[in-house]
């Protein structure tokens, strides 16, 4: 698994987006395969950000939504905020400012519950 997520991340690197996409689905099948929710996370945000640097944001939206259900499944806020920020510039850069304010809420709101006042104030720009 180290070994897909480190070429995935090279590939990044290199902006071979469609390669590092590769790799990323391979590290979220064989984490589904023996059981790691951590990993599967890990793939879900490297395959949103390969979508999101080849500008396809409602997959990005997609996979962020499956990593924020295993933030909360393991109540891990931080994940959790981070993952309604990326959903938020998806839905911005779709135009829907709705959903943008949104999920912005959210974080804002994950940001005062766990007293994050760094993340705060980077919500409020």
């Known amino acids: 698994m180290a070994l897909y997520h480190k070429l995935a991340r090279a590939y990044i690197g ?3 987006f469609q390669e590092a996409l590769a790799n990323f689905q391979q590290l979220l ?3 589904k395969e023996i059981g790691s929710r951590a990993e599967e996370a890990t ?3 490297g395959i949103s950000m390969s979508y999101s640097c080849i500008g396809k944001h409602i997959q990005v939206i997609f996979y962020q939504r499956k990593l ?5 499944e393991t109540g891990d806020k931080q994940k959790e905020r981070g993952a309604y920020v990326i ?4 839905y911005s850069a779709l135009g829907k400012k709705d959903k943008f304010i949104e999920c912005e809420n959210e974080a ?3 940001c005062r519950e ?3 006042k760094r993340g705060e104030a980077k919500n409020a720009w």
Do not use: H
């Open 14 to 16: 290199i902006n071979e």
């Open 29 to 31: 099948k064989i984490s």
């Open 43 to 45: 793939a879900y945000r």
């Open 68 to 72: 924020l259900e295993i933030a909360k």
């Open 87 to 90: 959903i938020a510039r998806a």
């Open 108 to 110: 804002l709101r994950i």
């Open 114 to 116: 766990i007293g994050d």
